[in-house]
């Protein structure tokens, strides 16, 4: 298995432009995670879905973030208009039912200027 | 609410030494615990998952146990090599939060030639 996948691995992008980071997890894998890691707060859980419901959202730190999953085998993370402080790195995870382990895709890095 | 520490923040030894990363948390009643590395601009390495009824797992020169009544997890690395180097992570799934997981700050390591 090719792991989990994420799209692009970079994006620089002008404060008020839309950014659109996309994933696609391990097939089989039932829930699929959204993380943010920055220096300042760690790794922050966004949103988390199940069987491609969204199960989780309180994590989603204002409206211009939105995430969504139309079928088992990707996911995007929307942020419009960007901002400066969505700076981060965005990790995208998938796990398989109740008892397995994560599986990070190696991130995007998104700076916002 | 759950909350994971891990000690120390930074830890420098010379290859070939063996040593211990430890991590608490303050709510025992965990569904499971997982150890994952971390390369700087790299994403998250699962090393180890060690469920609630467990109390150790190893995975080659690796060695995590648990031990939820005194809600402390250690990830012992033998015979450490400078490969070894990297920010080791501890993160904890409550067993009453859906699939969230709680992460550390990390212990970030390096491994001396």
């Known amino acids: 298995d090719a792991g989990v996948i994420q799209s692009p691995r970079h994006e620089v992008t002008e404060m008020g432009q839309e950014v659109t980071l996309r994933c696609k997890p391990i097939?089989?894998?039932?829930?699929l995670f959204w993380y943010r890691q920055t220096m300042m707060r760690g790794l922050e859980l966004l949103i988390y879905?199940?069987?491609?419901?969204?199960?989780?959202d309180s994590g989603m730190p204002e409206d211009r973030f939105s995430a969504k999953m139309p079928n088992a085998s990707f996911s995007t993370l929307k942020i419009q208009p960007s901002e400066p402080r969505d700076s981060a790195v965005y990790f995208c995870a998938s796990k398989e039912a109740q008892r397995g382990g994560y599986t990070f895709g190696s991130g995007t890095r998104l700076t916002v200027v | 609410k759950q909350e994971v520490t891990q000690i120390p923040a930074a830890l420098s030894v010379p290859e070939g030494e063996n040593l211990v990363l430890n991590c608490s948390f303050t709510?025992?009643?965990?569904?499971?615990l997982q150890w994952f590395r971390q390369d700087p601009g790299k994403g998250l390495t699962s090393l180890l998952l060690i469920q609630s009824s467990q109390r150790e797992q190893t995975s080659g020169r690796l060695n995590a146990s648990l031990d939820k009544s005194s809600g402390r997890s250690t990830l012992y690395i033998a015979a450490s090599q400078p490969g070894d180097s990297a920010t080791y992570l501890c993160?904890?799934?409550?067993?009453?939060?859906?699939?969230?997981?709680?992460f550390g700050e990390g212990t970030q390591l390096t491994v001396n030639p």
């Open positions: 879905f199940n069987n491609n419901v969204p199960i989780d």
């Open positions: 709510d025992s009643a965990i569904y499971n």
């Open positions: 993160a904890v799934r409550p067993s009453t939060s859906g699939s969230r997981l709680t």
């Open positions: 097939s089989g894998h039932d829930y």
